[in-house]
């Protein structure tokens, strides 16, 4: 480690800008006897105190010296500068001796919280991977998490194949274009990602197409010769085969999507109060519906933008679409209510989420972790905002103040 590291982590610390992860870091390297010297260095140079330290009274300065002192007796203390000499500047004594409780304050809460955790669940919470059922025209159900890579399925003029990156392959092995389209009646296929599943679909027609948690994709084995249309539940990211004589249409629920070629999200969860569409390449005409009328109502998106399709009709804005498209990337972005970060981790770490305080509209949090973080890790970063606390019970998140 050098010194460096030592300055720029003991600034933070100073400061009050250090995570509890840094905060640790430095507290460990501290007690480390070969860096008593740098340590005390360091501590020299904290004699510029904030106001509110050099305002202590006589009483309390007395009381925080005989501390200071009082620890060359306690065999654990850590040895954070040298006791035999003294230190002339009151307020110094007291920024150091803060720095150190604070800093020890930081790295036994840790501590203390991820024993909690570890007591209230002995069955550590992992996050999702790629998890999926095909369902076959016939009904056949086929584990994809439990069946081994490569061919899985022949249907008519395809074959079906599983491989080892988590995707689910459609090959034409019919070469004559004129053989390989179907006009009567075609055959579905459905795949299902359960709560905690993820999984990626390459249709007949190239189209790739990823399914986030509890989410399910119905499509032809083989497209008709006119369009191309799929039914989603849930959330999915497409990117479309390009083909100007068939379109390719979403449906979800009260909107239809149709596009000829592009990049785009669609959000439509059952238990959200709106169905998002985000464009990120191309163009996509939506068709919409409002909840139990027949009225109707459509637009047209540009890269960059996203619909809403709530109870009181269709919405256009501009947003982040990085953010909208994080979770196929492997990440979380959060930029939202509470409530509805909850819902994204219930369905990715297949947990239930009970309140004990009263839902707070105006509370939301911002930020960005791994997808493949434990639950625990998450949830860590969350409290540390300091307006909420967890308590892991089995599969259940108990939120409490």
């Known amino acids: 480690m050098s010194i460096t590291r030592f300055e720029y982590?003991?600034?933070?610390?100073?400061?009050?800008?250090?995570?509890?992860?840094?905060?640790?870091?430095?507290?460990?390297?501290?007690?480390?006897?070969?860096?008593?010297?740098?340590?005390?260095?360091?501590l020299h140079k904290a004699y510029e105190v904030p106001k509110q330290t050099q305002d202590l009274d006589s009483?309390?300065?007395?009381?925080?010296?005989?501390?200071?002192?009082?620890?060359?007796?306690?065999?654990?203390?850590?040895?954070?500068?040298?006791?035999?000499?003294?230190?002339?500047?009151?307020?110094?004594?007291?920024?150091?001796?803060?720095?150190?409780?604070?800093?020890?304050?930081?790295?036994?809460?840790?501590k203390q919280q991820e024993q909690l955790i570890t007591i209230t669940n002995k069955n550590k919470i992992l996050p999702g991977r790629n998890k999926a059922t095909l369902t076959l025209a016939d009904g056949s159900k086929i584990d994809l998490d439990d069946a081994k890579t490569?061919?899985?399925?022949?249907?008519?003029?395809?074959?079906?194949?599983?491989?080892?990156?988590?995707?689910l392959v459609y090959t034409i092995t019919n070469t004559n274009p004129a053989s390989s389209e179907t006009t009567d009646k075609p055959s579905y296929n459905t795949i299902e990602t359960p709560v905690g599943g993820q999984y990626q679909v390459i249709l007949s027609d190239g189209t790739r197409v990823w399914l986030n948690a509890a989410s399910s994709l119905k499509y032809p084995t083989q497209f008709a010769a006119s369009e191309r249309q799929v039914e989603l539940t849930?959330?999915?990211?497409?990117?479309?085969?390009?083909?100007?004589?068939?379109?390719?249409?979403?449906?979800?629920?009260?909107?239809?999507i149709e596009v000829l070629g592009t990049h785009f999200n669609v959000n439509a969860y059952t238990d959200e109060n709106a169905i998002t569409t985000t464009l990120l390449e191309g163009s996509v005409k939506i068709a919409a519906r409002l909840k139990n009328q027949s009225v109707q109502q459509s637009t047209i998106l540009k890269p960059g933008q996203q619909s809403i399709l709530g109870n009181t009709g269709l919405a256009v804005g501009n947003v982040n679409t990085e953010d909208v498209v994080a979770w196929k990337n492997g990440y979380f972005s959060f930029n939202e209510d509470?409530?509805?970060?909850?819902?994204?981790?219930?369905?990715?770490?297949?947990?239930?989420?009970?309140?004990?305080?009263?839902?707070?509209?105006?509370?939301?949090?911002?930020?960005?972790?791994?997808?493949s973080k434990s639950i625990n890790s998450v949830l860590n970063i969350i409290e540390t905002t300091g307006n909420v606390h967890f308590k892991i019970e089995g599969r259940r998140i108990i939120v409490t103040k």
């Open 150 to 167: 490569g061919g899985i399925a022949k249907q008519s003029q395809l074959r079906v194949t599983k491989t080892a990156a988590g995707q």
């Open 59 to 110: 009483e309390k300065r007395d009381a925080i010296l005989n501390a200071i002192y009082n620890a060359d007796k306690i065999e654990s203390a850590p040895r954070l500068f040298p006791r035999r000499k003294q230190f002339v500047k009151w307020p110094a004594a007291a920024a150091i001796l803060i720095f150190f409780f604070s800093t020890a304050y930081f790295f036994i809460q840790k």
């Open 338 to 371: 509470f409530e509805s970060i909850m819902r994204r981790l219930s369905r990715w770490y297949n947990i239930d989420v009970v309140y004990k305080i009263d839902k707070d509209p105006d509370l939301s949090f911002g930020g960005k972790i791994s997808r």
């Open 234 to 256: 849930g959330e999915g990211y497409f990117e479309v085969t390009k083909n100007k004589a068939k379109p390719f249409k979403v449906i979800t629920g009260r909107q239809e």
């Open 9 to 42: 982590l003991f600034q933070l610390c100073i400061n009050n800008d250090a995570t509890p992860e840094q905060r640790e870091e430095m507290l460990e390297l501290m007690a480390l006897p070969e860096n008593e010297s740098i340590a005390e260095k360091l």
